[in-house]
Nanobody, 124 residues
Framework: QVQLVESGGGLVQAGGSLRLSCTASRRTFSTFAVGWFRQGPGKEREFVATITWDGRNTYYAVSVKGRFTISTDSAKNTVYLQMNDLKPEDAAVYYC?????????????????WGQGTQVTVSS
């Protein structure tokens, strides 16, 4: 079992930046990729970005590409999501999730473990 804990959410003005962290309780061979998803008010949860644990492969949603950067620090069992030029439509609860396979998937069903989420609020 892998437990994931997100942190770094908060309130920021449009155009500002935040960095989210996702720390895993342990690094095992059963966890090969970590993704970020988000769910805005009244919306379905959607894919944001994903990265393999070795940092070699990343994949972004079109809506965040060029503004968000996902990275990993394997020594700390942590994945980061640097979010720049935030827009009001980026406001959501952000979740990280772990995939047992080495791939960059944008499908929720491919992820086996989920964190509790961290709130990001963007004021206009």
């Amino acid at each position: 079992q892998v437990q994931l804990v997100e942190s770094g959410g908060g309130l920021v003005q449009a155009g500002g930046s935040l960095r989210l962290s996702c720390t895993a309780s342990r690094r095992t061979f059963s966890t090969f990729a970590v993704g970020w998803f988000r769910q805005g008010p009244g919306k379905e949860r959607e894919f944001v970005a994903t990265i393999t644990w070795d940092g070699r492969n990343t994949y972004y949603a079109v809506s965040v590409k060029g503004r968000f950067t996902i990275s990993t620090d394997s020594a700390k069992n942590t994945v980061y999501l640097q979010m720049n030029d935030l827009k009001p439509e980026d406001a959501a609860v952000y979740y990280c999730a772990a995939d047992r396979y080495y791939r960059t998937s944008d499908r929720e069903d491919d992820y086996d473990y989920w964190g509790q989420g961290t709130q990001v609020t963007v004021s206009s």
